[in-house]
């Protein structure tokens, strides 16, 4: 390592602990990231209640930043010649649907490019939620998106949803044919060598070396962990493995010297 992360990872290894007491967190890994990937890793205190060591290979629900790695799906898909950003959704989803108050030509109108930025008009999230406890299965999740509300005309308004991305990951299963697990792995995780990555979230939290929400003697269940946002926001991580993936971004869509993505898709990523 250059002797400036030597540095700094001398100064984490002793403002870390402090930090982790200071804030009353649990467990986290930290890495440093370069174009070879995780220059640095390390995982401090205990990923469940039964105090198993976080490591930099501990698998975490990483929340909204799985629409990162959704997103690298779909342009792997336009990038195989499947599917363009400006394609409607109803070409590919025919059973897409909402309410609104906003004329029946606006579900003709959204492209997969207002999905992944946001300006589709959708609102942020759906009822997941089932009587009994716990989350609804994906399915049924998606099918509840049709009887809600659209929020504002398409394209006139950025609002933030992961109904957007799940739309998303519906599309992807009807025009490459696989679930969105198997193309992510296919397309995504293996490609850049993330074998600790996965969008079921059952799997994972089944597994061993995760992290599961706990506070003192008590945990989580499966069941109100789990949830549908399979495209959005449930999928699971580790630290080394979203170093791989910045570092695919570092290198310029590079990864071991073959075209992971092409530039101008990557470019289409960071373009405002």
């Given at each position: 390592m250059d002797p400036e992360i030597y540095s700094l990872v001398d100064e984490l290894e002793t403002k870390i602990p402090e930090w982790k007491d200071q804030h009353k967190i649990n467990g986290f890994t930290v890495a440093i990231t370069g174009k070879t990937g995780a220059l640095w890793s390390q995982g401090y205190g205990y990923a469940d209640h039964n105090e198993t060591p976080v490591t930099s290979n501990t698998r975490f629900m990483i929340g909204s930043l799985s629409k990162a790695?959704?997103?690298s799906a779909f342009l792997r898909a336009v990038q195989a010649g499947l599917v363009e950003l400006d394609d409607r959704l109803i070409?590919?989803?025919?059973?897409?649907?909402?309410?609104?108050?906003?004329?029946?030509?606006?579900?003709?109108?959204?492209t997969f490019r207002?999905?992944?930025t946001h300006w589709a008009g959708l609102q942020h999230n759906g009822d997941i939620r089932l009587p009994e406890g716990g989350f609804c299965g994906y399915d049924e999740y998606i099918q509840r998106i049709n009887t809600m509300w659209q929020k504002y005309p398409v394209g006139t308004r950025f609002s933030y949803s992961n109904l957007g991305f799940d739309r998303v990951a519906v599309a992807l299963q009807e025009i490459t044919g696989q679930s969105f697990e198997t193309w992510m792995r296919a397309q995504v995780y293996e490609p850049l060598g993330m074998n600790r990555s996965t969008t079921d979230a059952w799997a994972a939290l089944q597994g061993l070396d995760v992290a599961r929400g706990h506070f003192g003697g008590s945990e989580f269940s499966?069941?109100?962990t789990a949830s549908p946002h399979i495209a959005s926001g449930s999928q699971y991580?580790?630290?080394d493995d979203m170093s791989r993936f910045i570092a695919m971004h570092l290198n310029g869509g590079m990864v071991n010297g073959e075209c992971f993505l092409e530039k101008h898709?990557?470019?289409e990523v960071y373009r405002i």
């Open positions: 790695y959704t997103a070409d590919y989803y025919s059973g897409f649907n909402w309410k609104t108050r906003y004329g029946s030509e606006q579900r003709e109108k959204i207002h999905l992944l499966l069941e109100d991580s580790s630290v898709l990557l470019d």
